[in-house]
């Protein structure tokens, strides 16, 4: 059974100190690990998809890391609009289509 | 706007009620999803649909029925619900390859009193 675990389950963070999310996960063939940002009362937003260890993605003050067991979401000196919570969710290799397995996220607070 | 619509947005009901909720995709899509999301939780699959076919349903009670007319549309049916099912349901649609990630709508906030 596919597993994803996302720590810390909160964090809070001073504007402009850095500092990453964790994402392990146990899947039975990756296909794609997935991080979405999701804000209070909407659905999550896409931000990265990951395929094989070694890959990086940025966007903006974001960067996504992907080894073999886990990924890492790192915040570069975060400001407040970055408040939200970060999801991650992988695709294992034996599903003959696409369905995504989700951890419980993490809620990170960026204050002023 | 994401490309995949929800209504209503929010919803209180009864638990002898009957509603459903809509979902609309404007990206093409071929599959299509309902999960649901409780606090402390990790987002739930409950159904698929891929190409109008439904191809998974996640051990969900009967009480909720899913419906996929088209590949552009995505109800699903409520009746007589639990306080436990209070929760916020959310659609997504793509196009249901590998290595393909989800568009999802913003959500329906159901509260059952």
């Known amino acids: 059974e596919d597993q994803v675990t996302q720590s810390p389950e909160a964090l809070r963070l001073q504007e402009g100190e850095s500092s990453s999310l964790n994402c392990s996960y146990t899947?039975?063939?990756?296909?794609?690990l997935f991080w979405y940002r999701q804000d209070p009362g909407k659905g999550p937003e896409f931000l990265f998809t990951?395929?094989?260890a070694g890959e990086e993605k940025e966007k903006e003050r974001l960067k996504a890391t992907l080894t073999k067991k886990e990924s890492f979401l790192h915040i570069t000196a975060p400001k407040p609009e970055d408040s939200a919570t970060y999801l991650c969710?992988?695709?294992?290799?034996?599903?003959?289509?696409?369905?995504?397995?989700f951890g419980k996220g993490t809620m990170l607070l960026v204050s002023p | 706007e994401t490309g995949v619509t929800q209504t209503p947005r929010h919803l209180v009901m009864g638990m002898t009620n009957k509603k459903s909720l809509k979902c609309e995709q404007h990206?093409?899509?071929?599959?299509m999803y309902w999960y649901k999301q409780s606090a402390k939780k990790p987002l739930e699959l409950m159904f698929v649909?891929?190409?109008?076919?439904?191809?998974e349903n996640n051990s969900v009670p009967s009480r909720f029925s899913p419906e996929c007319p088209n590949s552009s549309h995505l109800f699903l049916h409520l009746h007589t619900l639990q306080p436990e099912d209070s929760a916020l349901y959310l659609c997504?649609?793509?196009?249901?390859?590998?290595?393909?990630?989800?568009?999802f709508g913003s959500g329906t906030r159901l509260t059952v009193v």
């Open positions: 997504a649609s793509s196009q249901g390859g590998p290595g393909e990630g989800y568009t």
């Open positions: 899947v039975s063939g990756l296909r794609g």
């Open positions: 990951l395929y094989s």
């Open positions: 969710a992988v695709q294992a290799g034996d599903s003959g289509y696409s369905t995504l397995t």
């Open positions: 990206l093409g899509h071929n599959a």
């Open positions: 649909y891929n190409f109008k076919e439904q191809t």
